[in-house]
């Protein structure tokens, strides 16, 4: 079932007042009840793990999602399977691979009909669907609206987007159309357009703040709120501004008494670069790489039923559709993930987690699959050997940087990681013939073989490889883009647009 695109003058009518104390959960206890207890998934888009209080940083970024999670379990190694947001979300919530449901591109690929998203998975259980989003890479054009009853699409579009007969060109000077506040403005709106039906019934809401995606522009006192410096200083302090304004959504919640019994999920799409790794070119964003501070993530489940605590086990995006339906009473066959239900009940160890997490990126020139364990990750840049054999590259021309970057990447990476650590791309990178090396590519190879590449809707007939004589091939699978339906094209008209184009 299609959503209905939010409307903007829902958006217009709505306020958002800032809370003086965040609020902490304050339900009695009770046990998670199949078709009573209600769902927030809340996704930070960007949001670094490493970057957060909870998990270590020596500066306070998140204070209000630190006592949240201490309410709850906080897992602490979840990896994202993508470092880009399309694909993460694609994996997040269907509880499949970015490649089972054709997820690739940064262009066109979209969720096709028979990807059961979470939203499906709620509705068919009598709940009572609604989303706010503030990515256009989640909009209901690429097919992430599928099982809502109501979904605020992102004001801002990506300028191809526009092109693409989205409505008038990009105009300059709209880059805090999609600020954590706005987001909280229309959820209010949306609150109180079902505000019956949230009473009757139980609900799912899903939230997604574009914060703290560049270009970093939070408020000043979040800047002067944090003690870090330099590019970190800029990205912390939008952490610190989302943490604030998540404060302010979960108090309107609590206010309308509606997390006495609900299930509160916190996560993220992928991490940032940051400067992390200063050796390697397009390493201080996201998209080109599948290094740790591009996808590992925050993940926290809470409930009063859940005891708090922390859980060391890897867990990938997929895995969080599959524990989230177990809690909730529902079996979930479908899917590539494992419910680690069990272990947020204290139920003991899972037995049918693989022990290792699947991360890929195939944005703009990127070409690479990652597995990670607890201990290595090994990586097959398959750009850069493309590259450094053939020639062959994605696009029709490539940047200085790309063309470093290309030629600095080897073929294979392994990297040995102790905990809290990044992988050090000077010193320690390992050769590929080590016996774990040859281990972890094993384990690959058998993923690639039992997950199989579906092909992608809508790719474009611009996405193409030039050989290395200079000669333009389409790609594979490539298809005309489809067209912006009429109503998503006069909401895309009356609202904001971003000022270029971002992963």
């Known amino acids: 079932m299609r959503a209905v695109v939010f409307a903007a003058a829902m958006v217009a009518a709505a306020g958002c007042s800032r809370s003086t104390t965040p609020s902490t959960p304050t339900g009695t206890a009770q046990s998670i009840t199949p078709g009573r207890t209600s769902l927030l998934l809340i996704v930070i888009d960007t949001a670094r793990a490493d970057h957060f209080s909870m998990y270590g940083y020596p500066h306070e970024t998140t204070p209000f999602l630190d006592r949240w999670a201490e309410q709850g379990v906080r897992f602490d190694n979840a990896f994202s399977n993508s470092s880009w947001t399309r694909p993460g979300m694609a994996a997040l919530l269907t509880g499949r691979y970015a490649r089972e449901v054709g997820v690739y591109e940064e262009r066109y690929d979209r969720l096709p009909?028979?990807?059961?998203?979470?939203?499906?998975?709620?509705?068919a259980q009598g709940y009572l669907t609604l989303g706010v989003n503030a990515n256009p890479n989640v909009n209901a054009w690429f097919g992430f609206d599928q099982g809502f009853d109501e979904y605020g699409d992102s004001g801002r579009v990506w300028r191809w987007m526009a092109k693409e007969g989205a409505g008038e060109p990009v105009r300059k000077g709209h880059q805090d159309i999609e600020t954590a506040e706005t987001v909280n403005q229309r959820l209010l709106a949306l609150l109180d357009h079902h505000e019956a039906s949230l009473a009757s019934q139980p609900w799912f809401l899903q939230l997604l703040y574009i914060d703290p995606h560049a270009p970093y522009q939070a408020p000043a006192k979040h800047r002067r709120a944090v003690g870090s410096t330099g590019v970190n200083k800029e990205y912390d302090a939008e952490l610190h501004y989302v943490d604030a304004a998540i404060g302010d959504a979960m108090a309107a919640l609590q206010k309308r008494g509606m997390l006495d019994d609900t299930l509160v999920i916190i996560t993220s799409d992928h991490g940032e670069g940051l400067d992390s790794y200063p050796a390697v070119p397009l390493s201080d964003r996201h998209g080109d790489t599948v290094y740790d501070a591009m996808v590992k993530i925050p993940l926290v489940f809470i409930h009063p039923s859940l005891k708090p605590g922390v859980v060391p086990d890897l867990v990938?995006?997929?895995?969080?559709?599959?524990?989230?339906?177990?809690?909730?009473?529902?079996?979930?066959?479908?899917?590539?993930?494992?419910?680690?239900?069990?272990?947020?009940?204290?139920?003991?160890?899972?037995?049918g987690h693989p022990g290792f997490v699947i991360s890929e990126s195939d944005w703009q020139i990127s070409n690479?699959?990652?597995?990670?364990t607890a201990s290595h990750r090994y990586i097959e840049n398959l750009d850069s050997e493309?590259?450094?054999?053939?020639?062959l590259f994605e696009g029709r021309s490539l940047k200085p940087a790309q063309r470093r970057f290309l030629k600095l990447l080897p073929p294979?990476?392994?990297?040995?990681?102790?905990?809290g650590t990044l992988?050090?791309?000077?010193?320690?990178?390992?050769?590929?013939?080590?016996?774990?090396?040859?281990?972890?590519?094993?384990?690959?190879?058998?993923?690639?073989?039992r997950t199989p590449l579906r092909p992608p809707l809508g790719r474009s007939e611009d996405d193409v490889f030039t050989l290395k004589t200079g000669e333009v091939v389409p790609a594979v699978n490539t298809a005309a883009a489809p067209a912006l339906p009429d109503d998503m094209r006069s909401a895309l008209k009356a609202l904001g647009y971003l000022d270029e184009e971002s992963p």
């Open 412 to 419: 294979r990476e392994l990297y040995a990681l102790a905990p």
């Open 423 to 449: 992988e050090a791309l000077k010193d320690e990178r390992l050769s590929e013939d080590v016996a774990v090396g040859q281990e972890l590519a094993a384990v690959l190879a058998d993923w690639k073989a």
């Open 113 to 123: 009909d028979d990807a059961v998203t979470l939203a499906e998975r709620m509705k």
């Open 368 to 372: 690479k699959v990652s597995v990670r």
């Open 316 to 351: 990938g995006s997929i895995d969080v559709v599959p524990t989230t339906m177990a809690l909730l009473g529902s079996a979930t066959e479908d899917v590539s993930g494992t419910s680690m239900a069990a272990r947020l009940m204290g139920a003991g160890e899972e037995t």
């Open 386 to 391: 493309a590259y450094q054999q053939q020639g």
